[in-house]
């Protein structure tokens, strides 16, 4: 009998979406594709799958968010952006 796949929980790190995403909500079987209201917003924006992380990695996250030019802090502006205009 083969052991159940145990799921890292993510958490997603960027600004509050529409009610549907919350800041530094965590999702104990990793990136809720499986909610249509994600699904679609993951769809309308693929960069905003940058911004769930395992929850392990949130410290190194957050430091690195902070650092002009990383690769976090670009999905975080150009997720941010996006929603910001879609308002």
Known sequence: ???AERKVPFI???ETIRHILKKYNVY???IPYD???IKNLLKECPKLEKLFIPVHALNEWEKK?????SLEQF???AVTEYFTKKK
Not at 65 to 69: H, N, T
């Open 1 to 3: 009998m083969e052991k």
């Open 28 to 30: 104990t079987n990793g």
């Open 12 to 14: 997603y790190v960027g």
């Open 65 to 69: 968010v902070k650092q002009d030019g």
């Open 75 to 77: 999905y975080q502006k």
């Open 35 to 37: 909610n249509l209201e």
